[in-house]
């Protein structure tokens, strides 16, 4: 089933079912998090990143169901871009395609972005495939980068250039 998501500019309203996602013991893992947040301290967060784009994803019935971030380094034209349904139930149903598509339309279209960047790790086979659809390229391996639960992790990066998004654009249905 491919559901059709949409976004929405980031407000406090999407605080508290955040905060319930990224203190889960799934999200925590999947990002690498090391601190506790609150709403508090993620408010705190969110205001001091002028910087960070945040997206909330919408379902079809406009409900809140996860978030999708861009770093933007202006200087380089660069994004470093995270995503994630926060409710395991709104997964493998489109969604997270349908909101990595609408920012990377923001990312290139809108704020003429050269580079987006991403990081994955390497067990994390929903994600990679997801990029690899879309158009991201492996740029190649950080070797124990993470250390977490005592041990290293080592983490993916790919990115994707303008250029070859307008080409994914123009040549496939995405
Ligand atoms: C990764 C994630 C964003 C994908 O979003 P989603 O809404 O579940 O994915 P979709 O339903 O849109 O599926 C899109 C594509 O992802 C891949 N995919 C999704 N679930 C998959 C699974 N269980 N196994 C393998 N590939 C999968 C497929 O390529 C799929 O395309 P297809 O259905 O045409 O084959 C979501 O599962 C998630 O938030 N996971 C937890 C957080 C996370 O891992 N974030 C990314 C960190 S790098």
Known sequence: MTETATLRAYGPE?????????DSGELRATFGFRRAINVESHR??????????????????GAHCGNTLLHVNARHCSGYFQMYIGEPAAR???LGATALRLTLANAFETLALHRVWLHTFADNLAAE???RKHGFVLEGIERDAIQADGRFISQNRWSQLADEWRRLREWSEL
């Open 14 to 22: 999407h605080d508290a079912t955040t905060v319930r996602w990224l």
């Open 44 to 61: 705190r967060w969110v205001e001091a990143s002028p910087d960070t784009y945040i997206w909330a994803i919408l379902d079809t019935r």
């Open 92 to 94: 493998g149903r489109g």
């Open 129 to 131: 495939a997801l990029y």
